[in-house]
């Protein structure tokens, strides 16, 4: 069964003659060898897609399909949940390939089974599953970027395809994704975390400038309004002992004596007038 990506394994090398990453002998050419992953998608992603995909099997039954067909997706819903005895086991043959006409990997999945005469055997069913290219939207600077989705299992037997769901709709890495790379679920997430980091720490510096600038103001219409007192009532800030800094902040009183004459008294920063009042 596949609970979790992790559960999601390579096919074995031995088996099919070369690695899920490796090169593999073009049916087509003789002698030419195919790359069996076209992409910078690493393993871990590889087996998000696969794990995914898995919710395209929730409307498959039995009936969807006759003769091998039926056969092969009853031992790949197997795999997944383990509906048909928990026999089969699902591997990854090749990674993602074909990115520009027909994007897809390779699944090979090995159903046992015990026969009449107690001996067991092994069935064994080659699957693509067809990936589309999905745009990563609403993300500030990936633009050009976008994901793989699995969106279709194939089977074919005496050249007849089988197909789950029945029809998909498919986007190829064609002339619209050409110039556009793959992302990662682990690097968008990484990616995701990083953005808001950095729009955390921009809000962050852009309230302690805000936070300056109010000081500023505030300290510059105390001192206007000190000067408004000296001109109209000349009286003048004391500064033997110095105020407290914290009169410039508008939250304490500071004394303000004659420049020439008569009597001084305290004054505070009322946030209200936004004028220096006779503190009481």
């Not at 990453?21 to 992953?37: E, L, R």
């Amino acid at each position: 069964m596949i609970s979790l990506p992790e559960d999601v394994l390579q096919a074995d090398v031995g088996e099919v003659g070369f690695s899920w990453d490796g090169q593999s002998p073009d049916p087509n050419v003789p002698n030419s060898m195919n790359p069996n992953k076209v992409t910078a998608m690493d393993w871990a992603e590889h087996q998000r897609i696969v794990f995914n995909a898995g919710k395209l099997l929730a409307s498959w039954e039995p009936k969807s399909h006759t003769g091998n067909g039926k056969k092969a997706f009853k031992a790949l819903k197997d795999a997944y949940d383990g509906t048909n005895g928990n026999r089969s086991v699902m591997r990854v043959a090749k990674g993602i390939h074909q990115p520009l006409t027909n994007p897809h990997m390779q699944i090979r999945v090995v159903s046992t089974f015990t026969d009449a005469d107690k001996n067991e055997r092994a069935t064994r069913y080659t699957f693509h599953l067809d990936v589309s290219a999905r745009e990563v939207v609403g993300v500030d600077g990936l633009d050009d970027s976008f994901q793989w989705d699995g969106v279709q299992f194939k089977y074919e037997d005496a050249n007849t395809w089988y197909r789950w769901p029945a029809a998909a709709v498919r986007n190829m890495k064609g002339s619209t994704f050409s110039r556009r790379s793959s992302i990662s679920f682990a690097s968008l997430d990484e990616y995701m975390t990083d953005l808001a980091e950095k729009e955390t720490a921009r809000l962050r510096l852009e309230r302690q400038k805000q936070t300056e600038l109010v000081a500023t103001n505030l300290e510059d219409a105390i001192k206007a309004e000190l000067v408004r007192f000296e001109t109209e009532e000349g009286l003048v800030l004391r500064t033997e002992p110095a105020p407290s800094p914290k009169f410039f902040k508008g939250t304490t009183a500071a004394f303000l004596k004659p420049k020439w004459h008569g009597k001084g008294y305290n004054v505070i920063w009322n946030a209200t007038t936004r004028k220096l009042v006779k503190s009481t």
